[in-house]
């Protein structure tokens, strides 16, 4: 067993780093929760405004009314705006921590497949993955598993080459579960510790893909007890709570572990990461703020939360 030594990205620098790259979301936000807590209002008032706040920054109304009944019944005897902005960051907290967001790969061999729909992020983030594990000292096999879009397969082998990290493919049109039963055996044979599966957002139709992304999660779990460890699901918070509609299709597949959240640099989105959470019920286990290898974080609610008050 070899561990994760998850401490190293906790420290400030990362929360620091957090802040920045949130500075959008944050701006959705905190200013708006500033004038408010700050405008002498009587609680109920505030509580209806909140409702407002959070819905313009994408928390979207099921987990918005969630929230706002926790708050309502915690802050019954609450009259200061203090104590009520400190029982909302409570609760947005416990909202993202209800389940652990930590990634199961302590024990190896493992097997991480990478779902979600096209454009969301889903290479890039096996690359910050591999690149992760990489530094970790694992030895890692990237697999490329789309092998209906054209340019996909190359654009995991680049990664590949930028890593140095091996990379199996199959040809363009090859059956994915096939190129996959390949990457396992050497896989295997070659004694490595980490084998991430990069695989197609987009097939001929969503009933084939999810039959598909089914199939290959069968042949790793055949091949290798106990895998695939890991089922993450990449979703892109640039498109806030329409990757909710997305996200529910992929729920098909079963066993899905987790959410890589995508490109929380870019977007004033960031609130949906709580309706994600909440309404797929599953926890944010990776972030993506940027595009290169190293631009990704271990998510961890408590510096999310404090990122976007503070
Ligand atoms: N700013 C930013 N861009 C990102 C992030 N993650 C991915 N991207 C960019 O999003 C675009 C799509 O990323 P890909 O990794 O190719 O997405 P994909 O899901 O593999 O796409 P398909 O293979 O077409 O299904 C690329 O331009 C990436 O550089 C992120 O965390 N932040
Ligand atoms: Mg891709």
């Not at 959705?28 to 909140?50: N, Q, V, W, Y």
């Not at 892109?236 to 529910?248: E, P, T, V, W, Y």
């Amino acid at each position: 067993m070899t561990s994760l030594g998850a401490a190293s990205y906790n420290g400030p620098a990362v929360l620091g780093n957090l802040r920045d790259k949130l500075a959008r979301t944050r701006d959705a936000f905190r200013g708006k929760l500033d004038d408010l807590f700050k405008s002498g209002r009587p609680r109920d008032e505030i509580l209806e405004e909140l409702a407002e706040v959070l819905i313009m920054a994408d928390v979207g109304p099921a987990t918005t009314d969630k929230i706002l009944d926790a708050l309502r019944q915690k802050s019954k005897k609450t009259d200061s705006a203090d104590a009520l902005s400190a029982l909302l960051k409570d609760e947005l907290v416990a909202l993202l921590a209800k389940r652990p967001t930590r990634l199961a790969v302590d024990s190896v061999p493992a097997v991480v497949m990478v779902v979600g729909v096209n454009g969301g992020g889903k290479t890039t983030s096996v690359a910050k993955l591999a690149s992760r594990l990489k530094s970790e000292g694992k030895k890692v096999m990237l697999v490329a598993a789309d092998t209906f879009r054209a340019a996909a397969q190359e654009q995991l082998v680049l990664w590949g080459k930028k890593l140095h990290l091996p990379v199996v493919r199959g040809g363009y049109g090859a059956d994915p579960s096939s190129v996959v039963f390949d990457a396992l055996q050497s896989f295997k044979a070659q004694g490595l510790d980490v084998l991430i599966v990069d695989t197609a957002g987009r097939v001929h139709t969503n009933a084939n893909l999810m039959a598909e992304l089914e199939k290959i999660k069968r042949i790793i779990a055949r091949e290798i007890p106990g895998a695939p460890q890991e089922i993450l699901l990449v979703l892109d918070s640039m498109i806030g709570q329409n990757a909710l509609f997305q996200a529910r299709e992929f729920l098909k597949v079963s066993g899905i572990t987790g959410i890589f959240l995508t490109k929380l640099d870019g977007t004033a989105k960031g609130g949906s990461a709580l309706a994600n959470v909440e309404e797929l019920d599953l926890p944010i286990k990776l972030a993506g703020v940027g595009e290169s290898e190293e631009d990704w974080l271990e998510f961890d609610p408590k510096s999310f939360v404090d990122s976007l008050f503070s």
